[in-house]
């Protein structure tokens, strides 16, 4: 079923199905995002189950869905966990088709959320404000007087992307 999908389609699907998605809660994980809040909805976590079941802004397509899976499966939206919904191959073409219909498991700009455009980029900001202050502390760490008012670096402050391998 999926493999007759297009190509974005389905990788939407697989990323639902394991779990690295394009959600609040994984993006905030990921430290992609400073909340895990839904951006349709301001619901606090923005979950797989929470967009399949819960979301209001996806309320007539969620509709579609479940009346599908009960037709395949014989079971209702509350009987499901996310990941089993994704486990049933029998359901794979019904949730398909809500994603095909939805915005679910994209990235949703700014730009493309008017109400939300001044919360994004206090987010940007402040993500930003914190790898300056970073950048700074390893500088001033990094950096030895030589006489006359000069500074010399010891050594190179650890790019971001390595960061969270020296702590581990």
């Known amino acids: ?5 297009t190509k974005r389609l389905a990788s939407r699907f697989y990323q639902l199905k394991t779990g690295h998605c394009r959600t609040g809660q994984y993006l905030h994980w990921t430290k992609s995002r400073l909340t895990a809040q839904c951006w349709w909805c301001k619901c606090p976590r923005q979950t797989r189950d929470h967009l ?4 209001p802004r996806w309320k007539s397509e969620q509709k579609t869905l479940w009346k599908e899976v009960w037709k395949e499966a014989g079971r209702g939206r509350w009987q499901w966990k996310a990941h089993e919904l994704f486990a049933e191959q029998s359901c794979s ?7 095909s219909v939805t915005e679910v498991g994209k990235i949703v700009l700014a730009e493309e959320r008017e109400e939300d ?6 987010e940007l900001e402040l993500r930003e404000r914190a790898e300056r202050e970073e950048e700074k502390k390893a500088e001033e760490l990094g950096a030895e007087d030589v006489g006359d008012g000069g500074k010399q670096r010891l050594f190179l402050p ?3 992307f390595m960061a969270s391998a020296e702590m581990e």
């Open 1 to 5: 079923m999926v493999a007759g999908s």
């Open 52 to 55: 399949l079941k819960r979301c």
């Open 93 to 99: 073409q019904a949730i398909l088709d809500f994603l």
């Open 117 to 122: 455009v001044e919360s994004e980029a206090s």
């Open 158 to 160: 650890t790019p971001s």
